[in-house]
């Protein structure tokens, strides 16, 4: 006789709120039955056994239990359902369309996941990194002058690097949304 499952089963959605789960937890130093008391004190019940399987990803997690946790832990909902870095896409969400910054910002309700919402995102990104690329390249082209300040040149230079690979990823992002526009120069 085959055994019958109500519902979806468990996606990677689940598995990233379980992980972030329990990151969070660790990082305030709190136990599966403190979090549990404090969780029956918001007028909800949760046993410790339901929190560790909740972090194991044998349990699902409401929006309601969500909120609660997300404010027991001092972080935020959305925290606890961004997906990590290279990690799989939310449940839902094709695979390997989006870049890991673009979940993780979608997740956050910073950008929506359309084309020209990512275009927006992006043209951002890429102005601040020229305007940064701007304002580090003046710094050094003191340095070159003489003027010597208090942070090592080498500094300036590391962070200048940064900007331009920001910068670089922004345009190729914009390039692979929209071929035909115009990439943001430095």
């Given at each position: 006789m085959e055994s019958r499952q109500?519902?979806?089963?468990?996606?990677?959605?689940?598995?990233?709120?379980?992980?972030?789960?329990?990151?969070a937890r660790q990082a305030v130093g709190m136990d599966l039955r403190t979090l549990?008391?404090?969780?029956k004190a918001t007028?909800?019940?949760?046993?410790?056994?339901?929190?560790?399987?909740?972090?194991n990803g044998d349990r699902r997690v409401d929006v309601d239990d969500l909120t609660v946790?997300?404010?027991?832990?001092?972080?935020?909902?959305?925290?606890?359902?961004t997906p990590p870095e290279g990690g799989p896409a939310p449940a839902g969400v094709p695979e390997e369309r989006y870049t890991d910054e673009e979940l993780q910002r979608w997740v956050q309700g910073a950008v929506k996941l359309t084309t020209e919402d990512l275009l927006r995102y992006?043209?951002?990104?890429?102005?601040?990194?020229?305007?940064?690329?701007?304002?580090?390249?003046g710094i050094l082209a003191n340095y070159d002058e003489g003027q010597v300040g208090i942070?090592?040149?080498?500094?300036?230079e590391q962070r200048l690097?940064?900007?331009?690979?920001?910068?670089?990823?922004?345009?190729?992002?914009?390039l692979q949304?929209?071929?035909?526009?115009?990439?943001i120069p430095d």
């Amino acid at each position: 006789m085959e055994s019958r499952q109500r519902g979806n089963s468990a996606g990677n959605t689940n598995a990233h709120l379980a992980a972030n789960l329990r990151t969070a937890r660790q990082a305030v130093g709190m136990d599966l039955r403190t979090l549990a008391e404090r969780i029956k004190a918001t007028g909800r019940m949760m046993s410790p056994s339901a929190l560790s399987k909740i972090e194991n990803g044998d349990r699902r997690v409401d929006v309601d239990d969500l909120t609660v946790l997300a404010y027991l832990l001092q972080t935020t909902p959305a925290a606890l359902l961004t997906p990590p870095e290279g990690g799989p896409a939310p449940a839902g969400v094709p695979e390997e369309r989006y870049t890991d910054e673009e979940l993780q910002r979608w997740v956050q309700g910073a950008v929506k996941l359309t084309t020209e919402d990512l275009l927006r995102y992006w043209r951002e990104a890429g102005f601040v990194a020229a305007g940064y690329i701007h304002r580090f390249e003046g710094i050094l082209a003191n340095y070159d002058e003489g003027q010597v300040g208090i942070t090592p040149r080498e500094v300036y230079e590391q962070r200048l690097t940064t900007e331009r690979g920001r910068l670089a990823l922004a345009n190729g992002r914009i390039l692979q949304l929209d071929p035909s526009a115009v990439p943001i120069p430095d």
